[in-house]
């Protein structure tokens, strides 16, 4: 499978970014830092495997800086020629997908290959689509679930991993039974038989029949037993036979084997990759010789260009002096085209001057301009005047309001001190029997005696004379009473209204008095206050005088004369500043045509009369550089002149050193010439293979016997006669065919006698108890069963990935060998990693043997991690279907010797998988380009295609 083509709606620094057509073989991504490799690379992953959550801190998250909706789209088209399109997006914490095939039909998960599953994206995201940090760490070749997935592939789980069904194994096993646990069914049936057991004790009855048969049930078992042990003894002799005629045909071509390697010629031993480095040192040698040639005739085409060059000598000591005159060019231009422009506003500011002047009167020039004072502490003063003006203005209304205040509050406090002294003097006059009137009148002292006249002649007529004279005279001392209460009250509050207004009329006197007083103080403030206004004014004449204004002017207008005075100056300034820039600017031009003047002498080179002095400057400059540009390549030429000398002399040497190794090579091996030593390679190579089909029979005999002591019996046995073999195992098949039928009486007899212990143990509590425990019993059997199966089956697995382990690892490293062996041209020619993962280490042609971990430059072991990456890419894709390689700057710490060898390690890969390389560095990307023809470039910038 491979991806056709990428649209990112909103990713990172992407916005609606495309890209179609993308070759199912290898393409370069070409982009400087920052471009959006890592982030496509992103993109590509999280829309495979979906978009990490914000718990997942070691997840790198992205949103959509530029606009444009979370997520987009990718197109896979796979082996069979469908097309899968993976609709990705995410909208605030919801995230939604699609996967349709071939746009109309949408499926599910299981339409993608299975290397494209969730629980698969560490395997891609580490071996499949990584970056240098993966790259960097071996950690990521150790992860247990990606050896997993791979050896899930290699033993055939049918995509299950094996970290999945190891977890569901132990799962099932602690639910099951669990060492001191509760809850596991096994532990609880423990715990239940526990307790029937105890139940069984506490029961005193006995049945004697039971007992009977349950001792003829435990007899037919013994018989039983004893009829199995016998059967299994002839069944393990059934299987030693089984295993004598299975292994008979290998030991028969072991021995073979053995034949032939005694009848080839004697080679005790042959340089290790003895045929590659021949091969190497007669290429070396062809290719060295074909450059001596070329190296050769590149010496004279560049002999013969050195001839055609010619250079003025004159115009190149120039150089400084051009440089600086070509600097001040611009200066030049920008002065004669600005001069016209100066003179005009030259003459503008001088006629405004000259009306300003006018304005201000007709004894104002420019001397009495200058001499005047316009600093900040001329308006400071002005201002000071016109405050101070408005100030004493503003107190002088206020005192005559406050004046006319004072007298209008006099006058009312004059009428209330007439209005109480005519209410005093009519109280005096009223007196104080005009209160009592008032207070009690006098017509109830009437009414009083009235009713004393009245009572006593009633009494009188109707009782008796003393009652009638007593209610007469109390009635009368009443009334006596009445007039004299009268008369007090009367005095008392007659007395305490002449006090009350004889006090309010002190207080309006005293008041008068204040107010009188307070009307003279503000008639003395307003006539002060107009002294001082007078006072400012006078002095504000006089500055007006002093500083040559008109004696009526304002502070306001003052102001703006002011002002007009200091722009007028500040324009007469300028036209001091722009005499002065006219003058440097007619410097400039004389100075710039003088120095054109003496460059062209010196350089002894002509030009047309009509130029002016910039376009000579400028056309003898260009010619300069001509010059010396030629007096570069002079150099280069004789440098590369020099250096081909060099490397002339470096390849003779090499072809001297490859001669040598050659010989030496025929040396080791003993032989004449090459021919000689491929036959001695051929002859060699028919050794090992024998010494390896003897290894490999005897490794199968051995398996095929499971264990060192069966080995040793099996070697003991042999040579047998197969025919007494098989005679043997069809007489162990009679005599098991017999015992087999035995088996099946005693399981009839046991089966009767454990229906008739059941009906004995259900006729009473006891055989409750029994039956119980006999059920609980079964059920825990049964239990037992599964956890065994479990367990088994965990046993199994286990044997079955060290197995795959064993076979497939070194295919794996194999693989990583011959590639790591290409990079690093022949340095290193082995790659080792045991079993137990701990290490990985490298040996080199003379055998030296050197680890990863901390042996190693940073270089070499990326080589290495990429190499291994490569062998695991061509092991899981040999089993499942092809996913596609991202590799995202892998390559920047490789050396330039081993870059190329690195890229042409690609090769094998294109033919198998997708391959698309993010790069920074346009070398790495003209290398691919050499090495693979019509590989497509796609450059990125800043989150688009450049």
């Not at 999945?164 to 001191?180: C, H, Q």
């Not at 260009?305 to 611009?330: F, R, Y």
């Not at 722009?578 to 710039?592: A, C, G, P």
Request: overall charge negative; hydrophobic content about 35%.
């Amino acid at each position: 499978m491979w991806i056709e083509s990428i649209h990112i709606h909103g990713f990172g620094i992407f916005n609606d970014f495309r890209v179609g057509n993308i070759s199912n073989g290898l393409s370069v991504f070409l982009g400087d830092n920052e471009a959006g490799k890592s982030t496509l690379m992103a993109f590509i992953r999280q829309t495979l495997f979906g978009f990490p959550k914000k718990t997942q801190k070691t997840r790198k998250q992205y949103s959509a800086l530029r606009g444009g909706r979370f997520g987009g789209i990718l197109k896979i088209r796979m082996n069979n020629g469908d097309m899968i399109t993976v609709n990705r997006h995410k909208e605030r914490q919801s995230e939604t997908s699609s996967i349709y095939k071939n746009d109309i039909i949408q499926v599910g998960v299981e339409q993608l290959p299975i290397g494209l599953h969730a629980s698969r994206e560490d395997l891609y995201r580490n071996i499949f689509a990584f970056s240098l940090d993966e790259l960097q760490s071996l950690e990521t070749l150790e992860n247990e679930k990606i050896n997993a997935i791979i050896y899930s592939a290699s033993i055939g789980t049918g995509g299950s991993d094996l970290v999945e069904v190891y977890k569901k194994l132990d799962t099932a096993m602690e639910e099951l039974f669990k060492s001191g646990g509760t809850k596991p069914h096994a532990n609880q049936l423990l715990k239940q038989i526990e307790e029937n057991q105890s139940r069984l004790k506490e029961s005193q009855s006995s049945f004697s029949e039971y007992d009977e048969k349950k001792a003829e049930f435990e007899s037919k078992e013994l018989e039983l037993k004893s009829l199995e042990s016998e059967l299994r003894r002839l069944k393990e002799k059934q299987g030693e036979n089984s295993l004598l005629l299975r292994t008979f045909e290998d030991w028969f071509d072991l021995q073979e084997a053995k034949k032939s390697l005694a009848g080839m010629p004697e080679i005790t031993s042959f340089p290790q990759n003895g045929l590659v480095n021949l091969e190497k040192a007669e290429n070396a040698i062809e290719h060295t010789e074909l450059q001596i040639e070329k190296s050769k005739k590149k010496q004279k085409d560049i002999e013969n260009d050195l001839s055609q060059i010619n250079i003025n000598e004159h115009l190149i000591k120039t150089g400084p002096q051009l440089k600086a005159l070509i600097e001040s060019k611009v200066d030049y231009v920008k002065a004669v085209n600005d001069l016209p422009e100066r003179k005009k506003e030259l003459y503008a500011a001088e006629t405004t001057l000259k009306n300003r002047l006018s304005e201000l009167g007709p004894e104002w020039d420019s001397d009495l301009l200058l001499k005047s004072d316009t600093s900040m502490q001329i308006p400071v003063e002005i201002r000071n005047y016109r405050k101070k003006l408005n100030t004493t203005e503003e107190e002088i209304k206020q005192s005559e309001s406050d004046s006319k205040r004072v007298q209008n509050a006099l006058r009312e406090c004059e009428k209330k001190v007439e209005i109480a002294q005519e209410e005093l003097k009519t109280i005096d006059e009223r007196g104080w029997k005009g209160y009592s009137n008032t207070i009690m009148p006098l017509k109830y002292v009437f009414i009083i005696e009235g009713i004393a006249v009245l009572s006593g002649a009633v009494f009188y007529i109707t009782s008796s004379i003393i009652e009638g004279i007593a209610y007469f005279f109390g009635f009368s001392l009443a009334a006596g009473g009445y007039l004299l209460l009268r008369q007090r009250l009367g005095k008392n509050f007659y007395r305490q209204e002449q006090l009350r207004k004889d006090d309010e009329l002190k207080k309006l006197e005293e008041e008068f008095d204040r107010i009188e007083q307070e009307s003279v103080d503000a008639e003395n403030i307003h006539q002060q206050r107009n002294e001082s206004y007078a006072q400012v004014l006078e002095m504000w004449k006089n500055w007006q005088e002093d500083y040559g204004l008109h004696a009526n002017t304002n502070p306001e207008t003052a102001i703006d004369i002011i002002n007009e005075i200091k722009e007028t100056k500040k324009l007469l300034e300028d036209i001091e500043k722009l005499k002065e820039r006219i003058i440097r600017i007619v410097e400039t031009i004389d100075h710039f045509e003088g120095k054109t003047k003496s460059v062209l002498e010196q350089s002894c080179e002509t030009f047309p009369a009509h130029m002016n002095y910039g376009e000579t400057a400028g056309t003898l400059y260009d010619r300069y550089n001509d010059h010396k540009d030629l007096m570069l390549k002079r150099q280069e030429l004789e440098k590369s002149l020099k250096n081909l000398e060099i490397d002339i002399e470096g390849l003779e040497t090499e072809l001297h050193k490859a001669d040598e190794k050659r010989s030496v090579l025929l040396d080791e091996a003993g032989a004449k010439n090459s021919d000689e030593f491929r036959k001695m390679n051929d002859d060699w190579s028919r050794i090992v293979e024998l010494r390896q089909k003897i290894q490999a029979l005897d490794n199968r005999i051995q398996k095929d016997a499971g264990s060192e002591s069966r080995v040793e019996w099996l070697y003991q046995e042999f040579p047998v006669d197969k025919y007494v073999l098989e005679r043997e195992q069809k007489e162990c098949e009679e005599i098991l065919t017999g015992l087999e039928e035995r088996r099946k009486i005693l399981n009839r007899e046991i089966g009767a006698l454990n229906k008739r212990i059941e009906e004995l143990e259900r006729s009473s509590d006891t055989s409750l108890q029994l039956s119980e425990r006999e059920v609980l019993n079964a059920e825990l059997d049964t239990a037992a069963q599964k956890w065994a199966v479990y367990k088994i089956a965990r046993t199994l697995l286990d044997r079955a990935r060290m197995r795959c382990e064993k076979e497939r690892q070194p295919a794996i490293m194999k693989e990583a060998e011959k590639h790591f062996t290409v990079i690093t041209g022949g340095k290193y020619i082995q790659v080792k990693k045991p079993l137990d993962r701990t290490n990985m280490y490298i040996i080199d042609g003379h055998d030296e043997r050197k680890s990863v971990d901390g042996e190693l430059s940073r270089g070499t072991a990326e080589e290495l991690y990429f190499a291994v990456r490569l062998g695991l890419i061509s092991e899981f894709s040999t089993r499942e279907e092809s996913l596609p390689v991202i590799m995202d700057d892998i390559f920047v710490n490789m050396d330039d010797e081993r870059l190329p060898a690195a890229i042409r390690t690609l090769k094998p890969l294109t033919e198998t998988n997708q391959v698309l390389v993010f790069t920074c560095h346009s070398k790495t990307a003209e290398l691919i380009s050499t090495e693979f023809t019509d590989t497509p470039i796609i450059k990125l910038h800043d989150g688009s295609l450049a």
